[in-house]
């Protein structure tokens, strides 16, 4: 029987306490666990957003069971926002099994139900437990962050015409690329001058031509500028991270869990209109801290933005800082850069292939390179 959601004058909105901390982070381990246990990645996830997120440091290391009930009678006064996080976090883990066990699965539902949320990546990861891998990217598509988009909805893209799909590229829009082009025009150390420097480095073409990204996907890249995240695979895992967290919109969970089926289990083999699948990568030594804490940050931010629906092109002549400050963005904690997160003008903050990428454009531009900081680890 679903725990019904709190009255207004019974809700509690204050940030969890020890006690509560370990009772959530025993209720994730036992909703995500495989049948043989938790693995040492689903413990060491739990325990680095259990940190990062409340400033409690737990041991996960044994692990009190919950069921389904009992946890979500635990969490009878948190409001239905704070209980489809908890959901979130329990995908979180989930999604980093291969294989992904189907009593994993049904006992992550189980869990939502008794919570009374119903999310709809529940069903993606129902698809990947059945091996349907194909009808989990269509629920993807259908249920996640892009289920509404409208070809209208362009706006704050630029380009010339209405897209059909969010990922949809644009390969022929001479005014979009010229309005790329004239970030060159911004001051240094605006956020337009920024990232006009970040795509000369990594040899990155703009919007708008043949082999560059989606216009959508293009968006992030602004983000990789204000968040102060790299461009490898690892920082990609961060960036992301981060912009889901801080959407308000729950379906932008979507985009956390498509790095993770991507970059850790390889459940999807192409995502975001040009990402290809490579896993392992968030297994790496330090990721954890890193992941937590790009949630952490994302969290922080002022009202929820969706930051791949900004304009930033009006707010490419701000300095960097002042955007910043402007959406309420944190710095990376000691924790997180003492595990490898690095900016995208830092060394390690770009990747060998990338760094050829640029050097290639700059040759073939007749000009010097200048990675502007970056450089592999």
């Keep these: 029987m679903p725990v019904p959601l709190p009255s207004d004058s019974d809700v509690v909105v204050t940030q969890p306490d020890y006690d509560e901390t370990v009772f959530i982070s025993q209720g994730l381990l036992a909703a995500m666990a495989p049948p043989e246990g938790p693995t040492p990645l689903q413990r060491t996830l739990v325990e680095a957003t259990a940190e990062s997120m409340t400033g409690h440091t737990i041991d996960m290391s044994s692990c009190r069971p919950i069921d389904a009930a009992t946890f979500a009678e635990g969490m009878a006064r948190r409001d239905e926002r ?75 893209l630029h380009t010339s015409g ?25 001051e240094p150390g605006t956020l337009g001058r920024a990232v006009f420097d970040f795509y000369r480095a990594r040899g990155f073409l703009f919007p708008g031509r043949p082999d560059s990204a989606p216009p959508l996907l293009a968006q992030h890249d602004w983000v990789h500028v204000l968040a102060d995240y790299g461009t490898t695979v690892e920082s990609e895992i961060e ?49 954890a801290n890193r992941l937590a804490d790009a949630m952490r940050r994302g969290a922080q931010t002022l009202d929820g933005p969706d930051f791949l629906r900004v304009d930033w092109f ?34 390690g903050g770009i990747s060998p292939f990338q760094l050829e990428m640029g050097r290639a454009m700059a040759t073939g531009e007749e000009r010097p390179y200048d990675g502007f900081g970056a450089a592999p680890a």
């Design 82 to 156: 704070f209980r489809t996080r908890l959901v979130h976090l329990m995908l979180m883990g989930e999604l980093t099994l291969v294989p992904l066990p189907v009593e994993t699965c049904d006992r992550v539902t189980s869990f939502a139900r008794e919570l009374a949320v119903d999310d709809e990546m529940l069903a993606v990861a129902r698809g990947f437990a059945q091996g349907s891998l194909g009808l989990a990217l269509i629920d993807f598509e259908r249920n996640g962050y892009t289920a509404a988009w409208d070809p209208s909805d362009t706006d704050h």
């Design 314 to 347: 009006e707010l490419a002549d701000r300095p960097v800082d002042e955007v910043r400050r402007r959406f309420g963005v944190t710095p990376k904690s000691a924790r997180a850069v003492q595990a490898g997160a690095v900016g995208p003008f830092d060394p």
């Design 239 to 287: 960036v992301f991270t981060f912009i889901a967290r801080a959407n308000s919109d729950p379906r932008a969970f979507s985009l956390m869990a498509m790095v993770i089926s991507l970059f850790e289990t390889g459940h999807l083999q192409s995502g975001a209109g040009l990402f290809q699948y490579d896993p392992g990568h968030l297994s790496r030594p330090g990721m």
């Design 162 to 186: 209405a897209l059909d799909s969010a990922w949809e590229f644009a390969v022929d829009d001479d005014d979009l690329v010229l309005r790329w082009c004239d970030l060159i025009n911004c």
